[in-house]
C-alpha cells in the first residue's frame, strides 16, 4: 500500500488562530479524504479533495472553517481556520485508488490538534 | 445519505476464544464493506474488505461475512490473542458515489489472557 505521511504530527494552538495540516502520498493516487476523529470516537468524514477542484464538504463543514487545497495526486492540505477548544481533535487524511488497487482505502499517522 | 450501526460497543473475551462483531447499514446501494483495526494512538489499519458480490472472505484468523438481504455485515476473529486487543470499526462505501466510507461507532475488543 501507499505510504503517507502527515505534518504536523501534533500541535498545541491557540483559539482564534489557523492551523494547515500536510498529506503527502509516495505514489499518485485517485481519491483523498479527510477526516476527524475526537477522542473516544469514531471517524467522520470532512471532506473530499479533489484534484484541481473545489472540494466536497459533508453536512456540518464549510469550506470557509476547512479550507482544503489538492494541487496534484499525491498532495492535499486541510486548514483548520478561527480554532476553538471544540475544534480539538485528531485530523486524518486517507487515500485511495492507487494502481493496482481496488477500493481500499488507507490512513495516514493523523494529526493530534489542542485548542487552548 | 448512509447509516451504519455497530455492535456491541465493547467486547471482553478470554485469549483463544472468538469474538464477533455486527454491523448493519441502511443504503442498499451500498457495495463494499471494509474493516479497520485502531490501536491505541495509532492509525486505523484495514485489516479485510468483502465486496458485495461475495458472501464470506476469510484471511488466516479473521473472517467476514455479508448478508446483502438483511443488509448486514460480521468480523469473526477466531482463536484470538492478546495483540487483537484494539478498537475495531466496520464501514460502508457506495463506489459509485464518490468512494466516501461511513463508519459504525467502533468495538473496543479485549483479549483476557
Known sequence: SAV???????????????????????????MMFWYRQQPGQSLTL???????SEATYESGFVIDKFPISRPNLTFS?????NMSPEDSSIY????GGAAGQ??????????????? | GENVEQHPSTL???????????????DSASNYFPWYKQELGKRPQ??????????????????????KTAKHFSLHITETQPEDSAV???????????????????TQLKVEL
Do not use: H
Open chain 1, 4 to 30: 503517507i505521511s502527515q505534518k504536523p504530527s501534533r500541535d498545541i494552538c491557540q483559539r482564534g488562530t489557523s492551523l494547515t495540516i500536510q498529506c503527502q502520498v509516495d505514489s499518485q493516487v485517485t
Open chain 1, 46 to 52: 470532512i471532506a473530499t479533495a479533489n484534484q484541481g
Open chain 1, 77 to 81: 492540505t486541510l486548514t483548520v481556520s
Open chain 1, 92 to 95: 486524518l487524511c486517507s487515500v
Open chain 1, 102 to 116: 481496488g477500493y481500499e482505502q488507507y490512513f495516514g499517522p493523523g494529526t493530534r490538534l489542542t485548542v487552548t
Open chain 2, 12 to 26: 471482553s473475551v478470554q485469549e483463544g476464544d472468538s469474538a464477533v462483531i455486527k454491523c448493519t447499514y441502511s
Open chain 2, 46 to 67: 484495514l485489516i479485510i474488505d468483502i465486496r458485495s458480490n461475495v458472501g464470506e472472505k476469510k484471511d488466516q484468523r479473521i473472517a467476514v461475512t455479508l448478508n
Open chain 2, 88 to 106: 475495531y470499526f466496520c464501514a460502508a462505501i457506495f463506489t459509485g458515489g464518490g468512494n466516501k466510507l461511513t463508519f459504525g461507532t467502533g
